[in-house]
């Protein structure tokens, strides 16, 4: 009995802490910033151009996601950017 409790509790610490881990990402982006100054674009408009959900902009620009490789590179060409000046990745 003990030793299946103790099993439980090691299993959700673990996949708590990997759940945590997971949840932010260590890629940031000056998204928000850029759709200001392109005349205040909402998270819908850019969305639309890109090709993917408002969620799914709205998740990147709060760091919450990380976008594949063809949705940065989209990004950065809308806002006339290098993929360089629109994500910058930090390490933890």
Avoid at 52 to 61: D, K, Y
């Amino acid at each position: 009995m003990v030793s299946t409790l103790l099993n439980i509790f090691l299993f959700n610490f673990i996949h708590t802490k990997l759940v945590n881990n997971l949840a932010s990402t260590t890629i940031k982006n000056k998204i928000r910033e850029l759709r200001f100054f392109a005349d205040e674009m909402t998270q819908k408009e850019l969305a639309e151009l890109v090709g993917v959900t408002r969620q799914t902009i709205m998740a990147i620009e709060k760091s919450k996601h990380s976008p594949t490789l063809e949705v940065a590179f989209k990004i950065a060409e809308i806002f006339g950017q290098s993929i360089e000046e629109v994500f910058q990745y930090q390490p933890v």
